[in-house]
């Protein structure tokens, strides 16, 4: 009687611990589930030197519910560094040269899980900051769908794309979308403009 009760005891022990086994995967794996359907697919990446393309950014993310990333570098502009009247200033040195890559800080973790890429800037001699083409030349950004953004004294877009698309050929690119004073109604109607 008493090895059957052994028996019995070790038995339901076994069952029971399997159980709880089995039910802490299952809970696993169902939180790794919740965690990818909450994962953003749409990431909105933004250079800005004085703020004014930041705030664009925050307001585009909302529009467009996406994770949102500073680019930050290495070794931040000054407003000395910004004068565009003078023309050894580091800002105007970087953008006479089109092949300088001033350093980011900081990096996307997790790029392979974001679809659509919008990368902000404002406009620096009619054109991209070469920092932008340092951070799109970080990542493998073939097949995602690129939307340039950018805020301005009031230039276009200029010969932003001629810079930018050969630093990843193989992206999806979109025309340049101006955000330059633009509210949130005004965001809506040009993301659902982007072809
Ligand atoms: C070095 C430098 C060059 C600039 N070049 C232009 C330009 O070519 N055309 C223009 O409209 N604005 C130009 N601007 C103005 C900025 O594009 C504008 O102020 C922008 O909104 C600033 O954005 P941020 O605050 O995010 O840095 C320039 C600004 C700087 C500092």
Redesign the pocket.
Known sequence: MKRFSFFLFTTVAIFLCACSGNSAQQGSAQQSNSDNMNKKTTLVAYF???????AAAEKLAEVVDADIHEIQPEQPYTDAD?D?HNDKSR?SMEMKDKSSRPAIKNKVENMDQYTTVYIGY?????IAPTIVNTFVEQYNLEGKTVIPFF?????GAGETMKYLKPSAPNANWKDPINL?GKNIDDIKVLVDSIK
């Open positions: 800005s030197a004085t703020g004014t393309t930041k910004l565009w800002s404002p406009i620096w001699w009619y805020t301005s004294g009031g230039s330059t």
